[in-house]
């Protein structure tokens, strides 16, 4: 089945840094990749939807220039938090669908803990 | 996007039945129904999917009424890792088409 791979599981950094995670389609093409941030109890809400080939379509209220997304090839999306802060730290996750509709919905990927010092 | 509505949470004890009901009034035509499935720490996990009438799988069954306006996911037997927290989501196949989550139904499976 379609898999969905993120690197990494987790992280910490410092406060004023940039952290980089890779979400990866391994064995399908993805044109379209999501993002999502999932705070502790709470559900999973959609950052962002990453375009292959195009800009990212940010949901309100989500900072484009604190989120920076990149989704350069169809098995490759980058989402780069800028200038962490404390209050960025959570889960995230992204999710992709296979383009020719092999897989019945969407896979996502294992995640990324981000922990911001 | 259709909004969905789950109870917040349910208990269970192993080896029961556990049926989960979710209300979806604004569904459209083309939306579908799925069920995820998320373990702390872990991205969710797809379960079961459908449109209308009853689909079963090898983990869950979900059944779907003529107006579909709701769906219930039922998991046999339950044991203690089907403790979880079980979304429900409508949308279309519609490429690009975003999952949108609501708040789901967090089970906890007793001895």
């Known amino acids: 089945g379609a898999v969905v791979s993120q690197h990494p599981s987790w992280v910490i950094c410092k406060s004023g840094t940039s952290v980089k995670i890779e979400c990866r389609s391994l064995d399908f093409q993805a044109t379209t990749m999501f993002w999502y941030r999932q705070f502790p109890k709470q559900s999973l809400m959609l950052m962002a939807t990453?375009?292959?080939?195009?800009?990212?379509?940010?949901e309100q209220g989500v900072e484009k220039d604190k989120f920076l997304i990149n989704h350069a090839s169809l098995t490759l999306s980058t989402l780069t938090v800028t200038s962490a802060h404390p209050e960025d730290s959570s889960f995230y996750i992204c999710?992709?669908?296979?383009?020719?509709?092999?897989?019945?919905?969407?896979?996502f990927g294992s995640g990324t803990r981000l922990t911001v010092v | 996007l259709a909004k969905t509505t789950q109870p917040i949470s349910m208990d269970s004890y192993e080896g029961q039945e556990v049926n989960i009901t979710c209300s979806h009034n604004n569904i459209a035509t083309n939306d579908y129904i799925t069920w995820y499935q998320q373990f702390p720490s872990q991205g969710p996990r797809f379960i079961i999917q459908?449109?209308?009438t009853k689909v079963t799988n090898e983990v869950a069954s979900l059944f779907i009424p003529a107006d579909r306006k709701s769906s219930t996911l039922s998991l046999p037997r339950v044991s203690l890792s089907d403790t979880a927290v079980y979304y429900c989501l409508v949308g279309s196949k519609a490429a690009g088409n975003k999952l949108t989550f609501g708040g789901g139904t967090r089970v906890l499976v007793k001895p």
């Open positions: 990453s375009n292959e080939g195009s800009k990212a379509t940010y």
């Open positions: 459908g449109y209308k």
């Open positions: 999710s992709a669908r296979d383009r020719q509709g092999r897989s019945v919905d969407y896979t």
